[in-house]
C-alpha cells in the first residue's frame, strides 16, 4: 500500500474496528438475503420463548420460574425484540435480521485482521455466504439461539486474531483490555448456549498460545480472558441474586437441563445411549446428521469444502497466514464440538459450524479467482466464471428440503406474492407452506387463535395443556399460572412453581381458568423423549384430571385441540364421577 508503509498482503488493524468500504457490501447483502424471514411465524421454540418474554414484560414471573431449557439470553432477546417492535411475530425477525447483519460484518472484521489486503474479498464473501447459510434455514431453524451464539464468538475470534498477529500500540494495558472483552464475550455465547463451553476453552488456548508467543503481553492477555470470565459470572449471579431467583435457578433450571442433557432420547433423535462418554467420542467422529446440513446447499457444501482443502495446504506449506488457518480450524472444531456434545441433531444446531465454514468457502472462490490470474489476464473474463459459481452455490437447490431448509427461489416467490398479489402473512401461514414434521402446524394454530378470539372476551382467562405457546401469543388472554406448559404440567421437567405435585391443582382451585385448550399429538414426544403426547400426560394427571372433569364442559374441538369452558355450577360430587368417566371416554376415544 503505497505511502503507508505496509505491503499489499497487510492492513493497518489496530484500531477495534476500523472502517472498510466492504462494511457497506456486506450489511447490504445480509438484509437483502433477510427480508423474506419477515415473513416467517413462529415455530416451537420462537413461540415458546416470545411466550415467556411476555410474563416477563409484565413482571408476574422471574426467568427462574419458567419451564425453559434455554439460557437466559434468548428470552431476553425476544423481549427486547418485543420492547423494539411490538407485539408481532416479525418483531424477533427484525432484530434477528439486524443481529446476523451484525455477525456477517464481524466476519468481515475478522478476515480484514486475520488475511490483510486479501482479507476484504474474503470478507465480504464470507459474510454472503454466511448469510446464505443462515437464511436458508426454515421458520422453525432461524431466530434460533444457536444463530445468535455466533455475534460474541465472531467478535472475539477477530479480537483474539487481532491481538496475536497485531502488536496493539497501547501496549500492555491494550491487550488486557481486548482479552477482558474475550472473556465477557465468551459467557455471553455461553448464556446464549450452554453447549457453547468449548469456546471459551478455545479462547484460553489461545491465550495460553499468546503467553508462550508474548512474553509479558501473553500474560497481560491470560489475566485479561481470565477477569472477563469471572467478571461476567459474577455479574450473572449477582443478577439472579437481586431479582430473587438464584436459588429457583440453581435447584430449578439447571437440574432441569442436567436432566435433559444426559437423558436418553427414545425418539430417534439422538442414540439411546446418549448421554455416555463413549456415545460423545463415537458422535464427534461420526457426526453423519451435520453433514446433512453442509450438504444443504451442494455449491455451498462444495466451496467450503475446497476452501478448508486451500487452507490446509497454507498450513503444511508453512505459509505466512498459516497461524490464522490454524486459528479458523479450531475455531471450526470448537464449533463441530459444542454441537455434537448436544446429542440433539436439528438443522439450526449447526450454525456455530457454519461461520468459520462460509470463510471457507470465500477462501476457496478468492483463491480460485487467482489461479485463473494465471492463464486469463483480462479481469472481467476472470471474473465472470467465478460470479457464475458464485450465484450456483447460492441459489442452487438445497437437497434436504423436509429438514428445515428453503431454497432462495421460494423465498423469493413468498416475497413477490406478498408484495404484489395482495398475499398476507395471514395467508401464507394457512396455506399450509410453513407445516413440518413432528406434529407442528402453523395453519392448526391459527384455526385455534381464531376460534378463541371469535368466541370468547379478552377478559376470559385460559389455560393451553400442551407443547404450543403460540396460542397464548396470538390471543392475549389473562393466565392464571406464573408460567404456563405441559413442561412443568407433566412433571417430567419441574420448575419451582409447579415443584409440588398438586400446586397446579391448587392454582386451579384458586383462581379457575374460563378456558382449558387440551392438546394432542404435539411435539412433547419428540422433545421429551417419551412416548406420551399431552393429552396422554392429562390423562395421567389424576390431580388436574378430575378437577377438569368436574368444574368444565367441552365447547369444541378444532383441528388437534379440544377447547373447555368453566361450568358455572360445578356438577355434585356424585355427578361429578360420571361426568370423569364421560370426559375420560370422550378423550380416550
Not at 512 to 538: R, T, V, W, Y
Amino acid at each position: 500500500m503505497k505511502g503507508s508503509g505496509l505491503s499489499k498482503d497487510q492492513i493497518r488493524v489496530d484500531s477495534l474496528w476500523p472502517f472498510d468500504p466492504g462494511y457497506l457490501a456486506v450489511a447490504f447483502f445480509a438484509v437483502v438475503l433477510g427480508i423474506p424471514s419477515l415473513l416467517y411465524p413462529f415455530g416451537f421454540d420462537q413461540s415458546n420463548q416470545a411466550f415467556i418474554a411476555t410474563r416477563l414484560m409484565e413482571g408476574d414471573t422471574l426467568f427462574s420460574d419458567v419451564a425453559c431449557l434455554k439460557p437466559p439470553l434468548p428470552i431476553y432477546f425476544h423481549l427486547l425484540s418485543l420492547k423494539l417492535f411490538g407485539r408481532d411475530m416479525a418483531s424477533v425477525r427484525l432484530l434477528d435480521m439486524a443481529w446476523t447483519a451484525l455477525i456477517c460484518l464481524s466476519l468481515h472484521r475478522f478476515c480484514l485482521a486475520a488475511f490483510g489486503e486479501r482479507g476484504r474479498w474474503m470478507g465480504i464473501l464470507s459474510g454472503l455466504f454466511y448469510a446464505h447459510f443462515y437464511y436458508t434455514h426454515r421458520f422453525w431453524h432461524s431466530a434460533q439461539t444457536d444463530g445468535w451464539l455466533n455475534l460474541p464468538v465472531v467478535l472475539a475470534m477477530a479480537l483474539v486474531v487481532s491481538t496475536l498477529e497485531n502488536k496493539d500500540e497501547k501496549g500492555d494495558k491494550g491487550v488486557f483490555a481486548k482479552w477482558l472483552l474475550i472473556g465477557l464475550l465468551s459467557d455471553c455465547a455461553l448464556l446464549f448456549k450452554y453447549s457453547a463451553a468449548g469456546f471459551p476453552a478455545f479462547f484460553l488456548m489461545a491465550a495460553l498460545l499468546y503467553l508462550f508467543k508474548g512474553g509479558a503481553g501473553g500474560r497481560y492477555a491470560l489475566g485479561g480472558l481470565l477477569t472477563g470470565l469471572a467478571a461476567g459470572g459474577a455479574v450473572f449471579v449477582l443478577w439472579l441474586w437481586s431479582t430473587g431467583g438464584l436459588a429457583g435457578f440453581v435447584g430449578g433450571h439447571l437440574s432441569d437441563v442436567l436432566a435433559y442433557g444426559t437423558k436418553s432420547i427414545q425418539s430417534g433423535v439422538a442414540p439411546k445411549d446418549s448421554g455416555s462418554p463413549m456415545s460423545l467420542i463415537k458422535r464427534l467422529f461420526t457426526f453423519s446428521q451435520g453433514y446433512d446440513r453442509l450438504k444443504g446447499s451442494p455449491g455451498s457444501f462444495l466451496f467450503g469444502a475446497g476452501g478448508a482443502v486451500f487452507a490446509l495446504f497454507s498450513v503444511v506449506s508453512f505459509s505466512k497466514r498459516r497461524a490464522q488457518w490454524i486459528l479458523v480450524f479450531i475455531w471450526f472444531l470448537a464449533a463441530w464440538f459444542s454441537t455434537a456434545v448436544q446429542a440433539r441433531w436439528f438443522p439450526y444446531h449447526y450454525l456455530p459450524v457454519l461461520a468459520p465454514w462460509a470463510i471457507f468457502a470465500a477462501y476457496f472462490i478468492y483463491t480460485l479467482f487467482r489461479i485463473t490470474g494465471i492463464f486469463i489476464d483480462s479481469l472481467p473474463l476472470r471474473f465472470f466464471p467465478i460470479a457464475l459459481l458464485t450465484v450456483y452455490a447460492m441459489f442452487s437447490m438445497p437437497l434436504f428440503p423436509s429438514h428445515g431448509y428453503i431454497s432462495p427461489s421460494v423465498q423469493l416467490m413468498m416475497l413477490e406474492g406478498y408484495l404484489f398479489e395482495g398475499n398476507t402473512r395471514l395467508s401464507l401461514w394457512k396455506s399450509g407452506a410453513f407445516e413440518v414434521s413432528r406434529n407442528f402446524s402453523v395453519k392448526e394454530t391459527i384455526a385455534v387463535a381464531d376460534y378463541l378470539n371469535a368466541n370468547s372476551s379478552p377478559d376470559d382467562s385460559m389455560f393451553v395443556w400442551g407443547s404450543d405457546m403460540a396460542i397464548y401469543f396470538l390471543v392475549p388472554r389473562p393466565r392464571v399460572t406464573k408460567i404456563d406448559s405441559s413442561f412443568q404440567a407433566s412433571g417430567l421437567v419441574v420448575s419451582p412453581p409447579c415443584a409440588a405435585p398438586g400446586s397446579l391443582r391448587t392454582d386451579f382451585e384458586k383462581n379457575p381458568p374460563e378456558l382449558f385448550i387440551l392438546q394432542e399429538g404435539d411435539q412433547i414426544p419428540h422433545i421429551l423423549g417419551n412416548k406420551m403426547d399431552s393429552k396422554a400426560m392429562f390423562l395421567e394427571n389424576k390431580e388436574i384430571f378430575s378437577f377438569i372433569s368436574d368444574r368444565y364442559t367441552e365447547e369444541a374441538k378444532v383441528e388437534r385441540f379440544t377447547i373447555y369452558r368453566l361450568r358455572k355450577n360445578p356438577l355434585p360430587q356424585s355427578v361429578g364421577k360420571t361426568g370423569e368417566r364421560a370426559i375420560s371416554g370422550g378423550l380416550k376415544g
